[in-house]
């Protein structure tokens, strides 16, 4: 019997906030353990939650990406559960209301194979803190930073029908939120988090089999690991004869397996009600309409462009659209002047090979578009070389400098001058009296071996075109 | 000791120190002599600091003496229930699980207070986490009736309505879920206004039901209650259900021509037999009070009054059920330590009184997969209707008259060991708050015994300055001596 697995992913992304749900504590990540908290998100006896309304924006501007529906009123339910990393007792989020409901996403299977999955729905809630467990302790320890941090939830429908698709269907959702503006979905630092349904079927069987959640998946490569562990422990146990049991279970980085955590029958109950302490909010289709039109270009719709109105190849298209603050980069050197296939080849060759080699991220980057347009420009109007163009462009990007003063600490601005040119052009005349007479000879390509020379001679800071004017003038034409 | 006409007054007393006849400072001293001779027999307080309260009375003295005159409040005591919270000073809940528990901040009331002048004196006794209705389920021992230390002063804000009435405190701060500041108020004869929800910031409120928590506040007058009332209220935007165009007193506490052409609800249904003969007969006399006033008497029905328990018992447990949870022992108060997690936590809660592991238990059932249709979601549907059935009622009149508590002062003890005869002192002050309405009680007699009647006037959202407005013009009337006593009774 052939089996067929069925997955859907949920996805925690947490928004990309000042402050955090409910409260006014710095949201961004790190810091000193409980050192971003306040009464309200230490759950002081007395205290209450205030709606954030830039996290609400940030949501919306999710569900707009994932082609939702958006809800005009919404509700904040709480989830009562016992954990010490959870300061009331109850999580605040949304339950039978969320905020976007039945959208969709497009994403590539394999190339130029696309699918579409479809978004069950996104509701908003507030992140707990963190327990810490330190080794051979007899306690735990908690740090409440994290706790009230804005997250949205984003349930997918078990649309996917392989770890593959599972992964670039992830991938795609993280594109389209970090394009969006909503979640920088950095699986290191927490802010994007996924745990994955899955079950295996019979092919071509229409009802499901038995799903067990797998939790815990810590990073973008160990979602397909996990997912084709599971796959297989299910497939196995069918091909036994034995029934999958309906569980959670958590998956083990070290050793690349899932463990069970808890069965069904151990599952919470939640007793979900409405937050008496957040009325009813009135989303209104103003707010609705005030996002959509504050939505940034989506990343597909910017490679239809580089690649349509900007003449791109789908390649080049394709690497200046991995990453929003790359797009905005190129984007910025194409504004700042720069023809966009010229912009596009300096960022690919010198920029990313500099982040590569450097491990550093473009957010620190020291280049800014104006200044690479102005190296291209001492470029084009001849004052370097292209080969000293790009050594000035690594000085520029390790130090900062703008282009003029980074070929000017090289010594690499081009020596234009016909009379200081002219010495060198003689001096190797005389010199290479071999290859001169080759030349005369009629050997016309000598004429690239003096050129060499010249500027070997010049340290390669000689315009080459004006060398070889020199040469025509002194030699005459090949033969002749 | 404080002239007679500034120990029943608050604003008689702000008036005084605004002028400079007298310091904050021998007021606070007054109150604190009182408390020291008397407290020991009433059990009002859980809390107080002479040397704290001194500090804060000579600040407000500088501040007058620097010409600073304004502030509502200027050295006048407030008392304030123990579950509002003070920064640094201990608030407790009445419960063992916060022994100990010092809040950072203050309460939104109590940041107002301190602002208007006001002057901190004490923290009050309550149920524990306000469940309860005669005090009697503080973690810390009852609080006395001053009419009859014998009897219990009512709940749960008893701590509260006993400071006031033995002159510990011309004023005191309550909280009201389903009477928590009207029913006491009416047990010891002064008088209780829990105002439209969201009319008072509930920030710094410690949780009981949240939907129905209102801060509320107790005076000897309701001229001192309209008082403190607009130094509380007003919007908060740490309170998202606060509402940002609160109802104030006004000139409510004023009085005027209230009664001329008033038209007054009186339902059938609190004419019961199951109400005490003296207390009938009282707010008979009220009614014709108001008539010879002006006011018309308009009878009416409402039949679900019988429903209000059972669907406001619903409501706060499975509120509480939420509210209570973060009193784990993991951030604050005391913690039992034990082998691992879910032992610590239950070796923690044994802390939680009796009456609150039964709210927590029924609630927590109540909002279980499987039973929430059958009691929250339904009880919400007939929380509804009450909240329709009065606007009916307030389409035929103004304000809604009656008894506050169908019975005076009982004794303590005599319902401790049953919660159900308990909760049905909650019948006549559960409604309003189930329907977000205002709701004010004020003395209006006393039986044969000479224990205090208190009334009941009801009003729809946001007519808390023309039930204030009555309740002034009824008081005139009635002309009963609102002095705090001179001493506690029956000891």
Redesign the interface.
């Known amino acids: 019997m052939e089996l067929e697995p069925v997955i859907g992913l949920e996805v925690h992304c947490q928004l990309a906030t000042r402050s955090k749900l409910f409260c006014r504590c710095p949201a961004d990540f790190g810091g000193q353990p409980n050192t971003r908290v306040c009464p309200v998100c230490t759950a002081q006896p007395g205290t209450l939650p205030v709606l954030n309304e830039q996290a609400l924006d940030l949501a919306l501007q999710a569900g707009l990406a994932l082609r939702c529906k958006i809800r005009e009123q919404i509700k904040f339910d709480r989830k009562n559960y016992f954990y010490p990393d959870l300061p009331k007792g109850y999580q605040i989020s949304q339950f039978d209301e969320p905020l976007c409901e039945w959208g969709e996403l497009a994403f590539e299977v394999e190339k130029g194979v696309t699918k579409v999955a479809k978004i069950r729905r996104i509701h908003m809630e507030e992140d707990a803190g963190k327990a810490l467990h330190p080794d051979g302790a007899s306690f735990s320890l908690v740090d409440l930073n994290r706790a009230g941090v804005p997250l949205v939830e984003i349930v997918g429908m078990p649309d996917l029908a392989s770890p593959a698709e599972a992964s670039a269907y992830l991938q795609a959702l993280r594109r389209t939120l970090r394009f969006a503006g909503v979640s920088e979905c950095d699986m290191e630092k927490g802010s994007l988090r996924c745990d994955a349904n899955v079950s295996v079927r019979p092919k071509g069987q229409q009802e499901f089999g038995t799903k067990v959640e797998v939790k815990n998946i810590n990073s973008f490569k160990n979602v397909e690991r996990a997912l084709v562990f599971e796959i297989a422990r299910q497939g196995e146990l069918v091909g036994r004869g034995e029934k999958v049991v309906q569980e959670t279970r958590s998956f083990r980085d070290s050793e690349g397996t899932t463990v069970s955590m808890r069965k069904k029958e151990d599952a919470h109950d939640y007793r979900y009600f409405p937050d008496p302490d957040l009325p009813l909010f009135d989303v209104g289709s103003a707010r609705i309409d005030r996002a959509r039109a504050a939505m940034p270009e989506e990343w597909t719709a910017k490679r239809r462009r580089y690649q349509g109105e900007w003449g791109l190849s789908e390649y080049d298209a394709r690497v200046l659209t991995e990453e929003p603050a790359l797009a905005r980069f190129f984007e910025g050197v194409v504004a700042a002047g720069l023809p966009p296939k010229a912009a596009a080849n300096w960022i690919q060759g010198e920029v990313l090979a500099f982040l590569g080699e450097t491990k550093g991220e473009l957010a620190q980057l020291k280049l800014g578009a104006a200044d690479l347009h102005a190296l291209v420009a001492m470029e084009e109007k001849g004052e370097l070389s292209h080969q000293a163009a790009k050594k000035v462009m690594r000085r520029m990007l390790e130090t900062g400098e703008k282009a003029a003063q980074a070929a000017a600490a090289l010594d690499l601005l081009q020596i234009r001058d016909s009379g200081e040119l002219a010495g060198a052009v003689d001096a190797v005349i005389a010199a290479e009296t071999k290859v001169v007479g080759d030349y005369r000879g009629g050997k016309e390509t000598a004429l690239n071996a003096l050129l060499g020379r010249v500027m070997k001679a010049t340290k390669g800071k000689g315009d080459p075109n004006k060398i070889k004017e020199l040469l025509l003038q002194k030699l005459g034409k090949p033969g002749s | 000791m404080l002239p007679t006409e500034l120990a029943k007054s608050a604003a008689a007393i702000a008036a005084a120190v605004r002028a400079g006849r007298v310091k904050a400072r021998e007021v606070a001293d007054h109150y604190l002599a009182r408390i020291a001779q008397h407290d020991p027999t009433v059990r009002a307080f859980l809390h107080v600091d002479p040397a704290d309260v001194r500090a804060q009375a000579d600040a407000v003295d500088a501040r007058v003496a620097r010409g600073e005159k304004e502030g509502a409040l200027l050295g006048v005591p407030v008392a304030i229930k123990d579950?509002?919270?003070t920064r640094g000073v201990p608030?407790t809940?009445a419960s063992k699980i916060?022994a100990g528990?010092k809040?950072?901040?203050d309460?939104h009331v109590v940041e107002r207070i301190r602002a208007a002048g006001g002057v901190l004196i004490g923290k009050t006794n309550l149920d524990e986490f306000a469940m309860g209705a005669s005090t009697e389920n503080s973690g810390y021992g009852a609080s006395r009736n001053p009419h009859d230390v014998k009897r219990v002063p009512g709940g749960s804000s008893g701590g509260s309505a006993a400071a006031v009435a033995a002159g510990f405190a011309p004023l005191a701060l309550g909280s009201d879920t389903g009477g928590s500041v009207r029913q006491p108020a009416a047990l010891c004869g002064i008088v209780g206004h829990r105002p439209t929800y969201g009319a008072i910031s509930?920030?710094?409120?410690?949780?009981f039901?949240?939907?129905l928590d209102q801060v509320g506040p107790m005076a000897l007058n309701v001229e001192d209650c309209a008082l403190l009332m607009d130094v509380v209220a007003g919007p908060d935007?740490?309170?998202?259900?606060s509402r940002p165009a609160a109802p104030r007193a006004g000139d409510g506490g004023k009085g005027g021509a209230a009664l001329a052409g008033l038209r007054i609800g009186i339902p059938a249904e609190y004419r019961s037999d199951s109400i005490d003969g003296e207390v009938r007969a009282t707010l008979e006399k009220v009614e014709q009070l108001a008539v010879a006033g002006g006011a018309k008497l308009v009878p009416l029905n409402l039949p679900l009054t019988p429903y209000a328990i059972p669907t406001y018992y619903l409501v706060v447990t499975?509120?509480a059920?939420?509210n209570?949870?973060?009193?784990?022992g993991?951030?604050?108060g005391p913690r039992d330590e034990a082998q691992d997690?879910h032992a610590m936590?239950g070796a923690t809660r044994r802390l939680f009184g009796d009456e609150v592991k039964r709210r927590i238990m029924l609630g927590?059932y109540a909002?279980?997969?499987g039973y929430?249709d059958a009691y929250?979601k339904k009880a919400l549907q007939v929380r509804a209707r009450i909240g329709e059935e009065f606007a009916r009622a307030f389409a035929q009149c103004d304000v809604v008259l009656g008894p506050t508590t169908p019975t005076p002062a009982f004794p303590l003890g005599e319902k401790s060991d049953d919660p159900v005869q308990m909760y049905l002192c909650d019948v006549f002050t559960a409604p309003a708050p189930l329907a977000g309405l205002p709701a004010l009680s004020f003395p209006c007699g006393k039986s044969k015994a000479g224990l205090p009647i208190g009334a009941q006037l009801q009003g729809p959202a946001l007519s808390d300055a023309r039930l204030l407005a009555v309740a002034r013009e009824l008081e005139k009337k009635l002309a009963l001596d609102l002095s705090p006593l001179e001493a506690p009774r029956g000891a």
Do not use: H, K, M
């Open positions: 579950n509002l919270c608030t809940c916060l528990y809040p950072p901040y309460a509930r920030y710094g409120l410690i949780a039901a949240s939907s935007s740490r309170d998202s259900t499975s509120e059920s939420s209570l949870a973060r009193f784990d993991v951030r604050y997690l936590y927590t909002l279980s997969a929430y929250y």
